[in-house]
């Protein structure tokens, strides 16, 4: 996990065919990160929501992942450990032929979407 102590995996289910993984994420208040972003007032920079993704990919295909294009991110709402303990992950992806994966995922808080995005990884 690159992403040292900002968050505990509560749930983690790959669906039978592996192109479907569910994670719920519960952030840690706690961690230094927060202090300068912004202090007073955390928020989960942009950056760490699409790391988190990728971990959570090479966590169910067990490899090692890069990403090569983010074709489309959307944030719909402040992400904040305060606000938002606990925050859900759905993922879909898709290998290409040309041995790519393809993903789209939805981050969302009680049914509420915070974030969206697409994008491409190579296994590394």
Same mark, same amino acid.
């Given at each position: 996990?690159?992403?040292? &102590?900002?968050?505990?995996?509560?749930?983690? !289910?790959?669906?039978?065919?592996?192109?479907?993984?569910?994670?719920?994420?519960?952030? $840690? &208040?706690?961690? /230094?990160?927060?202090?300068?972003?912004?202090?007073? $007032?955390?928020?989960?920079?942009?950056?760490?929501? !699409?790391?988190?993704?990728? #971990?959570?990919?090479?966590?169910?295909?067990?490899?090692?992942?890069?990403?090569? &294009?983010?074709?489309?991110?959307?944030?719909?709402?402040?992400?904040? /450990?305060?606000? $938002?303990? !606990?925050?859900?992950?759905?993922?879909?992806?898709?290998?290409? #032929?040309?041995?790519?994966? $393809?993903?789209?995922?939805?981050?969302?808080?009680?049914?509420?979407?915070?974030?969206?995005?697409?994008?491409?990884? !190579?296994?590394?």
């Amino acid at each position: 996990m690159l992403l040292n &102590k900002l968050y505990i995996l509560s749930s983690f !289910v790959v669906s039978e065919t592996g192109d479907r993984i569910s994670a719920q994420v519960a952030l $840690n &208040k706690e961690h /230094p990160l927060f202090e300068g972003h912004f202090p007073g $007032n955390p928020i989960l920079p942009g950056v760490c929501t !699409v790391q988190i993704i990728r #971990e959570l990919l090479e966590k169910a295909t067990e490899k090692e992942l890069m990403l090569t &294009k983010a074709s489309n991110i959307k944030y719909l709402g402040f992400i904040s /450990p305060v606000t $938002n303990p !606990v925050i859900q992950f759905d993922i879909t992806c898709r290998t290409t #032929e040309a041995g790519t994966i $393809n993903c789209s995922a939805v981050v969302s808080d009680q049914g509420i979407g915070l974030c969206s995005f697409k994008g491409e990884y !190579v296994i590394i």
